[in-house]
T-cell receptor, first 115, second 111 residues
Framework: GAVVSQHPSRVICKSGTSVKIECRSL??????MFWYRQFPKQSLMLMAT?????????EQGVEKDKFLINHASLTLSTLTVTSAHPEDSSFYIC???????????FGPGTRLLVL | KQEVTQIPAALSVPEGENLVLNCSFT??????LQWFRQDPGKGLTSLLL?????REQTSGRLNASLDKSSGRSTLYIAASQPGDSATYLC??????????FGTGTLLAVQP
């Protein structure tokens, strides 16, 4: 149980376009999901906390107008990278909060490459 | 500012050796401490979760300890195997369920 999926697993796009990444909790409901970004050879950095039915909470330094988060249902959160630029190329990982101990279950990640 | 540091940054050992990975955190009010494994280009695999009321957790060849007073956690891997080669991340969990990740230790187990 407690499986989280992400789609797509890999995406290449042109600079200036927008990219949407989906995060789904497959067998449990999650009122809270998290979005992380990981640059090469670095650790995961929390970008924002996504709450079902309300606005996301962004970490300091993360542009909310650039990284749009929508958590419209208890099993789906989406991250849209608007007007993507090469510096946005990164590995984006989501997690969903659930289970007895309210732990985070992580998705497999999405590799974004902006040309 | 809460920080999580892992030492060493990289480690190479021969197969069969026992090893210890270290994790230091600054927040004494942590709720839990988790250890993850990440293979190159992949997501995270949760290894062990230690609640703040616990001192250690064990799973197979892995043992993780937690010392809140000193702000340290260790991951002990017994009888290492080449398949253990990966990046190991510790993460501190707080009251808001946020995780603060450490800098990671890249482990290479030589056959």
């Amino acid at each position: 149980g407690a499986v989280v999926s992400q789609h797509p697993s890999r995406v290449i796009c042109k600079s200036g376009t927008s990219v949407k990444i989906e995060c789904r909790s497959l067998d449990f409901q999650a009122t809270t999901m998290f979005w992380y970004r990981q640059f090469p050879k670095q650790s995961l950095m929390l970008m924002a906390t996504s709450n079902e039915g309300s606005k996301a909470t962004y970490e300091q330094g993360v542009e909310k107008d650039k990284f749009l988060i929508n958590h419209a249902s208890l099993t789906l959160s989406t991250l849209t990278v608007t007007s993507a630029h090469p510096e946005d190329s990164s590995f984006y990982i989501c997690s969903a909060l659930g289970g007895r101990w309210e732990t985070q279950y992580f998705g497999p990640g999405t590799r974004l490459l902006v040309l | 500012k809460q920080e999580v540091t892992q030492i060493p940054a990289a480690l190479s050992v021969p197969e069969g050796e026992n090893l210890v990975l270290n994790c230091s955190f600054t927040d004494s009010a942590i709720y839990n401490l988790q250890w993850f494994r990440q293979d190159p280009g992949k997501g995270l695999t949760s290894l062990l979760l230690i609640q703040s009321s616990q001192r250690e957790q064990t799973s197979g060849r892995l043992n993780a300890s937690l010392d809140k007073s000193s702000g340290r956690s260790t991951l002990y891997i017994a009888a290492s195997q080449p398949g253990d080669s990966a990046t190991y991340l510790c993460a501190e969990g707080g009251a808001t369920n946020k995780l603060i990740f450490g800098t990671g230790t890249l482990l290479a187990v030589q056959p």
